[in-house]
Each structure stands twice: as structure tokens, then as C-alpha cells.
């Protein structure tokens, strides 16, 4: 039940901005973005969320297009310690649960 | 900062024993979950929890599988009878608030179970 579609794969040069696309062609009005990550094998850590509006706070921006069929996650200056798989995550205001995808494995290179 | 912490860091036990993961949500949480992520595959829901009762259960949570708050401070998840294909890494996490906006989630770092 994928509602998000993400690119398997990126590189990001470090200090460089790295722009993480997902596509949710079919989001419904009451169903948030939400971003997370996983760094080999560790817990998801939580990065960003929104509904409609673009979202920023010390870790991420989350830039949501004015339809919400998509998405960018932007990391402003990547690090080596940002090389995880990123999983974009459609919730519903109703929903318990994360519903994990396979996610972009973004890897950082000096 | 607050974290959500999980012990033991890793399980190994027999096929057919009973196990027990522990988890210490985040102190001002209500709401608890378990997810497991078998190695290389997704990472996949198995239960919401809130005061002392389910909230939402995935199919793969069946009668083998059982969750509880013992006290104000734990949060566990009981496998009955493990069979190999319950090897996999078991997250716990919490959060502030259940549904609605204000409700991300915050995961430990994971028990590895491994049945032999």
C-alpha cells in the first residue's frame, strides 16, 4: 500500500545541500508528510512533518508543492553523520502507525 | 535529551521459547509502539498502545505476540513461542500524542532477536 514514491538512491557531496525528492500523487487532505531516517540499522530518528505549508526547523526544510502531489526534504549543508536511508511517509491525522517504504539511501562523500 | 531506551541490545534464544523485549518510553509519552525490521527488509508496524489498551494492530501481530505497560515506566513486547522468522530487529517507540499533528514518534534503538 505504497503511498509515496522515492528514488532509490542518491550521492551528496558534503557541505552541499542535498534535495530529496517524494512523490504522493494520491495524498488526501487530512494526510501529513512526515520525513524520517535510519542510520545503518539504528532506530528511525524523526527529521521533519507538514500538511501544506513549508516546514523548517534545525535539522531539515521541508518544502511541500502548492497541489501536495509532492515533496522536497533539504538537508542545507550534508554532513558525513547524514548518510542514512530517508523514508518519506504519507500519515493520516486518524493513523497510528508509520508506514515504511524502502526509502533513499543518500550517501554523503568528502 | 529524552530517549527511548531498549534492553537487551541483543536476544538470542531457541526456537519455540518465550521472550520478553523491554522498552523505557520517554518519560511525558502516552502513546507506545512496537515495529520489527527483518534484516534488509522494511521496517513494519505491529502495534499502537494506549492507556493499557491496543489501539492498532498490524496482521502480523497475532495471538503469539502480546504487549503490556507493567508499570509507569515499562512497555513490553511477548513473543509466546518464536519460530525463525521472528529473527529481526524490534524497535519500540513513543509519542506525545497519538493521531493529529502534534504526534512524532520517537524510536529506540532496537532489540536484535535472533531464533536458532
Known amino acids: 500500500d505504497a503511498k509515496t514514491t522515492q528514488p532509490t538512491s542518491m550521492d551528496c557531496a558534503e557541505g552541499r545541500a542535498a534535495n530529496l525528492p517524494c512523490n504522493h500523487s494520491t495524498i488526501s487532505g487530512n494526510e501529513y508528510v512526515y520525513w524520517y531516517r535510519q542510520i545503518h540499522s539504528q532506530g528511525p530518528q524523526y527529521i521533519i512533518h507538514?500538511?501544506?505549508n513549508n516546514e523548517t526547523n534545525e535539522m531539515a526544510s521541508l518544502i511541500i508543492t502548492e497541489d501536495r502531489k509532492s515533496s522536497t526534504l533539504i538537508l542545507p549543508h550534508a554532513t558525513l553523520r547524514d548518510t542514512a536511508v530517508y523514508y518519506c511517509?504519507?500519515?493520516?491525522?486518524?493513523?497510528?502507525?508509520?508506514?515504511f517504504g524502502a526509502g533513499t539511501t543518500v550517501t554523503v562523500r568528502a | 535529551e529524552p530517549e527511548v531506551t531498549q534492553t537487551p541490545s541483543h536476544q538470542v534464544t531457541q526456537m519455540g521459547q518465550e521472550v520478553i523485549l523491554r522498552c523505557v518510553p520517554i518519560?511525558?509519552?502516552?502513546?507506545f509502539y512496537w515495529y520489527r525490521q527483518i534484516l534488509g527488509q522494511k521496517v513494519e508496524f505491529l502495534v499502537s498502545?494506549?492507556?493499557?489498551?491496543?489501539?492498532?494492530k498490524s496482521e502480523i501481530f497475532d495471538d503469539q505476540f502480546s504487549v503490556e505497560r507493567p508499570d509507569g515506566s515499562n512497555f513490553t513486547l511477548k513473543i509466546r513461542s518464536t519460530k525463525l522468522e521472528d529473527s529481526a530487529m524490534y524497535f519500540c517507540?513513543?509519542?506525545?500524542?497519538?493521531?493529529?499533528?502534534?504526534?512524532?514518534?520517537?524510536f529506540g534503538p532496537g532489540t536484535r532477536l535472533t531464533v536458532l
Open positions: 518519560s511525558n509519552h502516552l502513546y
Open positions: 498502545f494506549y492507556n493499557n489498551e491496543i489501539s492498532e
Open positions: 517507540a513513543s509519542s506525545e500524542m497519538g493521531t493529529g499533528s502534534y504526534n512524532e514518534q520517537f
Open positions: 507538514g500538511l501544506k
Open positions: 511517509i504519507v500519515r493520516g491525522s486518524n493513523d497510528y502507525k508509520l508506514s
